[in-house]
């Protein structure tokens, strides 16, 4: 190669070089500027992760309902959030923030995933209110704060329904949750002299006259209720009645143990129902399940003080009731006046079946297992030849103490139609102190020991009865 040419390679080589280097200058300039933090950005000045891939969901049916409270965007929400404040709620604890808060839902109503918030460090006082729908899905009502009705039936405004405070009705994929609490003030509706209640050393105390329950949800579905402080209910703390598709989980409700028909959670004409990890001492029913429910699942819950976890009362005024599919496992009682029941009144008709009690640990429980076929608030009630047919109710290790005042096992069933296909085992029950009085009691109770119970139940009636009687009144 002559000098000609090598100069022209080099030549060729420098121009490539120069203009090689600002192209490159230029690449990181614009790949930094790019990740640079503007005013209101989300984003942090690093290298972006990749997006990932879209993955199809393998469900044909989505959840209906919400699993939280916000949006998993991180950009700009605010259109979503509605902060009851903003619509003139003052949170001072005695305003009355009732127009706030329904002009704060209808609002948010028409919004879809919207939330309600209720900020903390407030108190919000609303009157009795009815949240209805339909909305649009994914509504959230976020309550941090502490949300209560008027103090005190002297407090209630006279126009307002005293059955009831906060009612959400009609209502599909909607949420209740937060971390803050819903407040009843029932003490002076406690002391009302209308119905007698048990006090101190069984004396007789005042109890409520037309007490509102604390929050019902009526003919809504896909709903979940969670991580709230609910407490000092006038009645019942929480009602679920014509519902489809019920969440509750995380819970803690309170009021004092004597408080009257405070229940904790009740349902009826309720199916699909969960019921989990929650906290519930009051004064009457933890969890009560009524008429036309299915499909109920507990699990996880600590009761008492209470009157235990109850199914029913079922019949009552020679009513049909039908009861399925309910379980309630890896439960603890404790210093309740029951443990696990079923109660039904003389004269009705329709069926329990396929209940099933599992890993409960009792303490120092009266009536720990308990079907009682003449449940009655009086000594008024007659005899009736009509019941509930009680069916296939399984009892597995339940275990624990209990208050030797009762015997820790009681089936009393109907005179006329027999309990049937009851199964025990791994039942282990001991006195909480001293020693038992009276034996385990069965009357027209049939099943089977599948262990051997202590204290021994000799008293469950092997097979089914000879006659059994026309049973189409008892179909559901």
Known sequence: MDLAHVCFFIWILAILTFYQHPINVNARYHYHKKQQKTKGSPFIDEAPAPAPALVPSTSADPPSIPSDPYPTDPGDTSDCIFDVTAYGAVGDGSSDDTAAFREAWKAACSV?????????????????????????????????GVLMPPKGSDCWPKADSRKQWLVFYRLDDMKLTGNGTIEGNGHEWWELPCKPHRGPKGSSLPGPCESPAMIRFFMSSNIVVSGLRIQNSPQFHMKFDGCEGVLIEELSISTPKLSPNTDGIHI??????????SMISNGDDCISVGPGCSNVDINGVTCGPSHGISIGSLGVHNSQACVSNITVRNAVIRESDNGVRIKTWQGGTGSVSGISFENIQMENVRNCIIVDQYYCLSKECLNQTSAVYVTDIRYKNIKGTYDVRNPPIHFACSDTVACTNITMAEVELLPQEGELV?????????GIEETLSIPPIGCLQEGMPQAITETSQYSC
């Open 438 to 446: 009276d034996d385990p009691f069965c009357w027209n109770a049939y």
């Open 112 to 144: 879809e995933s919207a939330t309600i918030l209720v900020p903390s460090d407030n108190i919000f006082t609303i009157t009795s209110t009815i949240f209805s729908g339909p909305c649009k899905p994914g509504l959230v009502l976020q309550v941090n």
């Open 268 to 277: 009826e004409n309720t199916k699909s129902v969960g019921i989990y990890n």
